[in-house]
């Protein structure tokens, strides 16, 4: 059972820059970053694979967003730049031991953090 705890989420302007971390509490083969809204689905925002050495994003974050690792720290990061009020959601950490080709379901993942708030300001 693998443990996940986010942070750095909070309000900020548009236009602006949030990092937010995932700690696990123990090694992972891939995670990734959700976002969900009150009402909708939980949707994905990226994820990266440390078997295949590859990261993967939702379109409409690319070029913005930058999710990386650091394996001995067992954390994952999302890097968040150019904030529009669109990205406002609870942002959820996910991550799996097993190896998969699969990325941006649900059901892709075992293991769930909390949520952290991100709310951008227009």
């Known amino acids: 059972q693998v443990q996940l705890v986010e942070s750095g989420g909070g309000l900020v302007q548009f236009g602006g820059s949030l990092r937010l971390s995932c700690a696990a509490s123990?090694?992972?083969?891939?995670a990734a970053w959700f976002r969900q809204v009150p009402g909708k689905e939980r949707e994905f925002v990226a994820a990266?694979?440390?078997?295949?050495?590859?990261?993967y994003y939702t379109d409409s974050v690319k070029g913005r967003f930058t999710i990386s690792g650091d394996l001995a720290k067992n954390t994952v990061y999302l890097q968040m730049n150019s904030l529009k009020p669109e990205a406002s959601a609870v942002y959820y950490c996910?991550?799996?031991?097993?190896?998969?080709?699969?990325?941006?379901?649900?059901?892709?993942?075992?293991?769930w953090g909390q949520g952290t708030q991100v709310t951008v300001s227009s």
């Open positions: 996910a991550a799996r031991q097993f190896l998969s080709n699969s990325f941006s379901l649900r059901a892709d993942w075992n293991y």
């Open positions: 123990g090694r992972t083969s891939a």
């Open positions: 990266i694979s440390w078997g295949f050495g590859s990261t």
